[in-house]
C-alpha cells in the first residue's frame, strides 16, 4: 500500500471513530453504559463472551499460521505431504473442544435469562403492564391506576416487575442501558425485572419489526428519585383540572371541542371520556413527547399530529380530524393544558 494510500485510510478509520463517539454521546442507546441490574448483568455476560472469543480467534490464527510456515514444502523438497487417514485424538479434542466452550458460554447465558424473568414477582416490587400497540407503547400501574403511554417513570432502588402484553402483532421492549430486549407476544405474558441505579431519562425502541411505523415506535423511560417518583405518580392520579377560572378562553372552547369530537371513542380523558383504543391524554400535557415518542410535545407539532397523523407515523390509526385555525389552536390549547 502507498503511503497516500495508507494516509487515507488512517484519516477514514478515524473519522468513522469520532462519528461513533458523535453519535454515542448525542443519543446514549448503548449497551455499553449500563444503568440498572439487569443491563449490568448483560454486559458482563458480553464482556465475557468477547473475552473467550477473542482467546479463540488468537488461538486459530497463531495455529493457521505456524501451519503455513512449518508444514509448507520448501523449494526442492519433493515429498509428498503427510496423508494419514484419521487422527483420533486430534478428532476427540476438536469435538470436545468447542462443546465446552459452548457449554461456558451458555451457563451464564441462560442464568442470566432465567435471572431476568422470574417466575415469582420479588418482594417490594413496582408492577408495571405493559401493552404495546401498533404503534405506542401503553404503560398502566395497577396498584395506583395510573395509566400513561410512550414515557414510563420509575424509581430508583426498587425492583421494577414488568408484565408484557401485546394488543396486535409481535413487539420487542428495549431500553439499551437498561434492559431487554424481551419479545412482547400477542396472547402470551412475559415478563421482565430491572433495578434502575441512575436517575436520567434513557431512550427505548420496538425492537422486532412490527409494521410501517415500527421505527416510530420509541418510548422513554425516566427513572426519578422515589421522592420525584411519588410526586409524578400522586400528580398522574388526580384528574386533569383545565377549567378552573383561570382557564383561557382558548382552553374552554378546546374542551368543547374535545367533548363533541369523535377523539372521544379512542382517548380517555378522565371526567370527560373513557375511550380505550388510543393513547390516555388525561395528563398529556405533562408529557415531554408525543406520537410515539417521535416528536417533541410542543403546541406546534401537537397541531402538526392532529391535522395529519398519518403523515407523521405511516399507518398511524388515528384520522384526520378536519380541524384548522381557530378551532386546531383551542383544541391544541386544551390538550397542553392537561396537566
Ligand atoms: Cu413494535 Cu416494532
Redesign the pocket.
Known amino acids: 500500500m502507498s503511503r497516500g494510500a495508507l494516509l487515507v485510510s488512517a484519516t477514514a478509520m478515524g473519522a468513522a471513530a469520532c462519528f461513533g463517539c458523535a453519535t454515542r454521546r448525542e443519543l446514549p442507546m448503548t449497551t455499553l453504559a449500563p444503568k440498572s441490574d439487569l443491563a449490568e448483568w448483560i454486559y458482563h455476560l458480553f464482556i465475557q463472551v468477547t473475552l473467550w472469543d477473542a482467546l479463540i480467534l488468537v488461538i486459530v490464527v497463531t495455529a493457521f499460521i505456524l501451519a503455513v510456515f512449518v508444514f509448507s514444502t520448501r523449494v526442492g523438497e519433493a515429498a509428498p505431504p503427510s496423508s494419514a487417514a484419521s487422527d483420533l485424538g486430534l478428532e476427540v479434542a476438536w469435538t470436545v473442544g468447542p462443546a465446552l466452550i459452548l457449554l461456558m458460554i451458555s451457563i451464564p447465558t441462560v442464568r442470566t435469562i432465567f435471572r431476568s424473568q422470574p417466575r415469582v414477582v420479588p418482594a417490594g416490587s413496582l408492577e408495571v403492564t405493559v401493552t404495546?400497540h401498533?404503534?405506542w407503547w401503553e404503560f398502566h400501574y395497577p396498584d395506583s391506576g395510573v395509566e400513561t403511554a410512550d414515557e414510563l417513570h420509575i424509581p430508583t432502588g426498587r425492583p421494577i416487575f414488568l408484565h408484557l402484553l401485546s394488543n396486535d402483532?409481535i413487539?420487542?421492549f428495549w431500553v439499551p442501558q437498561l434492559g431487554g430486549k424481551r419479545d412482547?407476544v400477542p396472547g402470551q405474558m412475559n415478563n421482565l425485572t430491572l433495578e434502575a441505579f441512575v436517575p436520567g431519562t434513557y431512550l427505548g425502541q420496538?425492537?422486532?419489526?412490527?409494521?410501517l411505523s415500527?421505527?416510530n415506535?420509541r418510548f422513554r423511560v425516566m427513572v426519578e428519585t422515589p421522592e420525584q417518583f411519588a410526586l409524578w405518580q400522586t400528580s398522574e392520579q388526580a384528574a386533569p383540572t383545565p377549567e378552573n377560572e383561570n382557564a383561557s378562553r382558548a382552553i374552554s372552547e378546546g374542551a368543547k371541542i374535545f367533548a363533541n369530537s369523535p377523539c372521544t371513542t379512542c382517548h380517555r380523558i378522565d371526567g370527560v371520556s373513557k375511550g380505550y383504543i388510543g393513547p390516555s391524554l388525561s395528563h398529556f400535557g405533562t408529557r415531554a413527547t408525543l406520537a410515539g415518542g417521535i416528536l417533541s410535545n410542543t403546541p406546534v407539532n401537537v397541531a402538526k399530529w392532529v391535522t395529519d397523523p398519518e403523515a407523521i407515523k405511516p399507518g398511524a390509526q388515528m384520522p384526520k380530524l378536519g380541524l384548522r385555525g381557530e378551532q386546531l389552536n383551542d383544541l391544541v390549547a386544551y390538550l397542553e393544558s392537561l396537566k
Open positions: 404495546a401498533q404503534w402483532v413487539h420487542s412482547v420496538c425492537a422486532e419489526f412490527c409494521g415500527h421505527a415506535m
